[in-house]
């Protein structure tokens, strides 16, 4: 099973912008769809974003027009650009590789990278 390890989070000020990395311990090129997901303190984890190897792309409405995913295959990598931030969109984000099918999480859940979103 692939290994992933987000990184790029931290502490911004409202409007400002961050962009996530998810590494891959192994190619991604054959992985059908991965996704962004994010969880508020105190509130369910929901997926914001995914991405299949072809590079179509979908978004939560939460964040569409702000969030952009993207993946490079040759770098082992997926990201996460996020511009605009809002307080609302503090929370811990994590990635993970999406069932081909139904859409469904298929790995195991990572510590993630904390974004907050303050001034």
């Known amino acids: 099973q692939v290994q992933l390890v987000e990184s790029g989070g931290g502490l911004v000020q409202p409007g400002g912008s961050l962009r996530l990395s998810c590494a891959a311990s192994?190619?991604?090129?054959?992985?059908?769809?991965m996704g962004w997901y994010r969880q508020a303190p105190g509130k369910q984890r929901e997926l914001v974003a995914s991405?299949?190897?072809?590079?179509?792309?979908t978004y939560a409405d939460s964040v569409k027009g702000q969030f952009t995913i993207s993946r490079d295959n040759a770098k082992n990598t997926v990201y996460l650009q996020m511009n605009s931030l809002k307080p609302e969109d503090t929370a811990v984000y994590y990635c993970?590789?999406?069932?081909?099918?139904?859409?469904?999480?298929?790995?195991?859940w990572g510590q993630g990278t904390q974004v907050t979103v303050s001034s």
């Open positions: 993970n590789v999406q069932n081909r099918w139904n859409g469904y999480a298929t790995g195991p």
């Open positions: 192994r190619s991604i090129e054959s992985i059908y769809r």
């Open positions: 991405i299949t190897r072809d590079g179509i792309t």
